[in-house]
């Protein structure tokens, strides 16, 4: 069973000075207006923060607090501020958050309660110190100021330090704390100079929602003192943002949990020192006048089950029991905190999400439904640069940045609505918070929600699973054993049992390293053997839909960048972009001959296509295309039948041979070119069968209904013995993938590029319309501030992503995405390269750089490629073995 909350203690402002005394008191008269561009709910960090920069571009905004200003969560938060993280735009928000926190008396005329402290990671082991030094890598890039110090150096910043007890520091010496009272005092009050209301003591009690016009749209907000009309709610209600979600019949994956800090007495030398975070024991502490604040994360928190609506500035009783973990360690690196008492403790509740990031955009099931929520106890040091990508999003429709990892469409319907698998997922993100950031990290939590019918056969052939999107997908196989993902332990806490069987944790140990995994070795013979023979590859989580109906043609044409409009069972990649010109994802799309009825071949009354992409990106993909045809009143319809087709995919110079074997349809040249789509039948099944390839092989592709998926996986397999075929996973796939240069959304192509700056203008057609087309022909027309480029690296050094790219001494850009490639034998990446002078990047610019990547504060020569090396006239694809591979000229004087 799990612990629940314990007791309440406080639910009133006595006896919580000086926590909640500095509240900032509005008028008592209540006077709702009538309408309202945007109303916010909740009065926290975040919606103080959005309030703010809504009331700078001029929205008529109205925020509503149903008690005070800061209550619930905010009034008691720790405020640290670091500007560190371990990817880019996490580090974008915080420099945001810090610049506005800097510039915010300019602006209001009132302080923002920021003190500049700096602060110190702290290391016990190598690896931290590996990833620490990667932390300093990619923020050198956006500006941030960090240096690496010796466990005596640090000593020396904060002389409260044991050295004894850490081997390294990573000093960043422009973080600081902020006091959210004088905070949320500043931006209310700017805001309201802008025009923007603040209502307190007033509780929402129903969101209108209107569906009339063949969808849900928000037209207003009820409260007890009146109705206001609005088109657009934002959800900033904190650990209360489920209640305010399941007011419109909708669910979030967020789960309220106890999260204390305790205060100590007053300590010699702990005045103005730096902020501590210990990630390898999940402390961290802050200074306050010449107490500290000392605080964690344990493995076995007290999860709330109920949180009182009236629950405002209340706390709960602190479990000793269960903090004594932190005070240990803390005493282990402070001595001198031993020796004194603790003034006062703080434990309320704080909201945590799945993978432990925000809750953010709007709900694709009703329109003008906003969330920022979530904020998993760093609602302080996100809220201010969150509030400017919120702002931008509400005004704009898409925020600036790309923030698929923080959208609310991140997660499928079916994970929203499944308590059990919120709950674990939530628990584990909680537990595991400062774990070193490994690429290849995989969760024990919520893991099997979605198998697919290969599942149980390819563990059974030791494959070793990874978690995508909620689905369990093959990432590597091990040889002569098997390692069955099981059943979450809770580790071992909340009265369950530490799970016995730790084969799959033992297999998940291999990666945990900034060094070669130990199964790289096994990946490339899985990869090599795609290039010199056959893999199979299990690809069955692909998003796959059917975009039918009388309008089917014109929402393909608007939707997508390339021409659909081809013969049918064409093959066609694509992009998708929104009205700013950004990727909101690619795909394959192939017009439809008229089938017979079968799941493979529907019967189409007109034009009709069928769509696969990404799986990671798939819902995000299908609610994209359903809001755009919403938007242009499309009589279309896009129908999901990803949980009813599986795809075996079979790449390599012998899969033309082994396909051929299991199916009496002709597997030619002439009867089946290379990007062309077809039925057949294999052992009485029938399929659809694309010839495609995303590694850069010969390779097929068979969709296959779920009723004949292991029918026709026996036979593939039978077949395939006889040419040693090898089961392959998605390690192996995405490094062909990257070495034949192919792009994956999300990493080197995402919402903040455009296909022109991905070398992908050949798939933007010139003539016709399609969402985002201005963007691209002005791009075309005008150069691009920035490039995609591919880079490969002679010394045998592992890549991870965010290694900085140097051009002549200068760095122009940073590594998207990384991969070992087996073929080319090297390490490679992609990144995008900017001008240092802000100037167009021209094919000459490029050309005539010595280029260099920094790992971990050490620079490695590179190679440039505009494209990938790899088999660049593309004769493998077309079956042309008989070709030596060629590298292509490259950039190297």
Not at 99 to 119: A, M, P, Y
Not at 607 to 614: D, E, L, P, S, W
Not at 616 to 628: A, C, D, F, P
């Amino acid at each position: 069973m799990l612990r629940v909350a314990a007791r309440i203690v406080s639910n009133n402002r006595n006896g919580l000075s000086p926590f909640v005394d500095r509240c900032q008191c509005y008028s008592s008269e209540i006077n709702l207006p009538s309408q309202a561009d945007v109303v916010i709910i909740g009065g926290g960090s975040i919606g103080c923060n959005t309030l703010y920069q809504l009331s700078k571009k001029g929205v008529k905004a109205v925020l509503l607090e149903r008690n005070k200003i800061t209550s619930g969560t905010t009034w008691h938060t720790g405020g640290i501020v670091w500007r560190l993280g371990t990817n880019d735009v996490d580090i974008q928000l915080l420099a945001a958050t810090r610049n506005q926190l800097l510039k915010l008396e300019e602006e209001t005329g009132c302080n923002s309660g920021f003190v500049n402290t700096g602060s110190l990671f702290l290391a016990r082991n190598k690896e931290r110190l590996k990833e620490y030094k990667r932390m300093h890598t990619i923020g050198y890039y956006f500006g941030v100021e960090s240096q690496l110090l010796s466990a005596s150096d640090a000593a020396k910043i904060h002389p409260l330090l044991n050295p004894k007890s850490f081997v390294g520091a990573l000093h960043s010496p422009g973080d600081g704390v902020v006091d959210s009272t004088i905070l949320c005092n500043a931006l209310t009050k700017g805001a309201i100079n802008n025009g923007a209301q603040v209502i307190e003591n007033c509780a929402v009690t129903n969101v209108k929602v209107d569906s009339t016009s063949g969808y849900k749209k928000v037209v207003g907000v009820e409260t007890q003192h009146g109705v206001i009309k609005t088109n657009c709610v934002l959800n900033a209600a904190g650990a209360w943002s489920r209640n305010i979600a399941q007011m419109v019949g909708l669910d979030i994956p967020l789960l309220p949990i106890q999260h204390a800090y305790v205060v100590t007495e007053g300590i010699p030398g702990a005045k103005g020192a730096p902020n501590i975070r210990d990630k390898d024991v999940s402390i961290y502490y802050r200074s306050q006048g010449d107490s500290l604040y000392i605080g964690g994360y344990e493995t076995n928190p007290h999860i709330i089950k109920d949180l009182p609506n009236d629950f405002a500035f209340g706390l709960y009783e602190l479990d000793f029991g269960l903090f004594g973990v932190h005070m240990e360690k803390a005493y282990d690196l402070m001595p001198a905190g031993k020796d004194v008492g603790i003034k006062t403790n703080i434990c309320g509740p704080e909201s945590f999400t799945p993978d432990h990031k925000p809750l953010l955009g709007e709900d694709p099931k009703l329109r003008g439904f906003y969330y920022a929520c979530g904020l998993n106890s760093a609602g302080m040091m996100f809220g201010p640069g969150i509030a400017e990508q919120m702002a931008h999003w509400i005004v704009n429709g898409r925020p600036e940045l790309p923030m698929f990892n923080y959208d609310i469409r991140r997660f499928t319907p079916e994970m929203k609505n499944d308590r059990a698998w919120v709950t674990e997922k939530c628990h584990e993100a909680y537990a595991t918070h400062h774990g070193i950031g490994f690429k290849h990290t995989q969760p024990l939590a919520g893991r099997n929600f979605k198998i697919d019918v290969f599942h149980e056969i390819l563990v059974a052939n030791g494959a070793v699973m990874e978690q995508s999107q909620g689905w369990e997908v093959p990432g590597f196989y091990i040889k002569d054993s098997t390692a069955p993902v099981r059943v979450y332990d809770w580790h071992g806490f909340y009265d369950h049992v530490d799970n016995p069987d730790k084969r799959y944790e033992k297999q998940l140990e291999g990666d945990c390293t900034f060094e070669f995994s130990k199964h790289h070795d096994l990946i490339g013979h899985e990869a090599l053997a795609a290039r010199t023979n056959a893999a199979l590859f299990n690809t069955s989580y692909c998003c796959k839909l059917y975009l039918t109906g009388p309008d089917a043609r014109k929402a393909a044409d608007w939707l997508f960048t390339a021409h659909t409009d081809q013969e049918l069972e064409k093959i066609v990649y694509t992009c998708a972009l929104n009205k700013n010109g950004g990727t909101e994802g690619d795909a394959t799309v192939i017009g439809l001959n008229q089938g017979l009825g079968t799941l493979v071949g529907p019967i189409l009354k007109g034009r009709g296509y069928y769509i696969v992409a990404n799986g990671l990106s798939g819902y995000h993909m299908l609610t994209h295309i359903k809001r755009e045809i919403q938007k242009k009143q499309f009589r279309a319809t896009v129908t999901d039948v990803t949980d009813n087709l599986g795809i075996l995919s079979i790449q390599g110079p012998k899969s033309r041979e082994i396909l051929q074997a299991i199916t009496e349809s002709p597997i030619t040249n002439e009867k089946l070119p290379y990007g062309m789509s077809d039925i057949i039948t294999v052992n009485g099944h029938t399929c659809r069968i694309l010839r495609i390839s995303f590694v850069g092989e010969l390779g097929y592709e068979l969709h296959i209904p779920y009723s004949s998926c292991i029918p026709v996986y026996n036979k593939l397999a039978d077949a395939g013995r006889s040419f040693d075929m090898k089961l392959a996973g998605y390690r192996a796939r995405y490094s062909l993938h990257c070495e034949k240069g192919h792009h994956l959304w999300n990493k080197d192509l995402r919402l903040d590029d455009n296909p022109v700056e991905a070398n992908l203008h050949k798939l933007c057609r010139n003539e016709g319309c399609y969402l985002g087309k201005d963007h691209v022909d002005r791009l075309k027309k005008e150069g691009v501030d920035k490039v995609r480029a591919f880079f490969t690296i002679k010394d045998k050094i592992p890549l991870w992503g965010y290694e900085t790219i140097w051009r002549d001494d200068q760095i122009v850009g940073y590594l998207r995405r990384a991969e070992y490639g087996y073929y080319l034998k090297s390490s490679i990446g992609t990144g995008y390269i900017r001008h240092p002078k802000n100037k167009k990047v021209t094919e000459e610019y490029l050309s005539k750089g010595q280029y260099e990547i920094e790992v971990m504060g050490k620079r490695y020569p590179a190679t440039l490629h505009l494209k990938s090396p790899f088999d660049p006239k593309h004769q493998r694809v077309a079956g042309h073995y008989e070709h030596q591979f060629v590298e292509e000229v490259n950039f190297e004087d």
